[in-house]
């Protein structure tokens, strides 16, 4: 499956921004789809996990309560929704489709999109 993330920029602390990652290629609704980060310096990590149906979601304790995941199975899109942005969410986004065996760790996934960098200002 072929990712394509955007919707990314620069954003005062508090403020939101919300990404989109369109996929092709395969069927989309087969994969769990997920959103990782990177920040300078840092690993690659988890942010988001959405089920294959929508219906289950989860995230990293340090984006509970301000992010939100999201997909449409008709539009084979996934989309995160940050609200009250911080400058440590400062990072490049990326969105990742994987089987569903795991959850959290780079090596879950499958495919990954380009990236989208997320820049917060304080």
């Known amino acids: 499956v072929q990712l394509q993330a955007s919707g990314g920029g620069l954003v005062q602390a508090g403020g939101s921004l919300g990404l989109s990652c369109a996929a092709s290629g395969r069927t989309f609704s087969n994969y769990i789809m997920s959103w990782f980060r990177q920040a300078p310096g840092k690993e690659r990590e988890f942010v988001a996990r959405?089920?294959?149906?929508?219906?289950?979601?989860y995230y990293a304790d340090s984006v509970k309560g301000r992010f939100t995941i999201s997909r449409d199975n008709a539009k084979n899109t996934v989309y995160l929704q940050m609200n009250s942005l911080k400058p440590e969410d400062t990072a490049v986004y990326y969105c990742?489709?994987?089987?569903?065996?795991?959850?959290?760790?780079?090596?879950?996934?499958?495919?990954w999109g380009q990236g989208t960098q997320v820049t917060v200002s304080s």
């Open positions: 990742a489709a994987g089987p569903g065996f795991g959850v959290v760790l780079v090596r879950d996934y499958d495919y």
């Open positions: 959405i089920s294959r149906s929508g219906t289950s979601t």
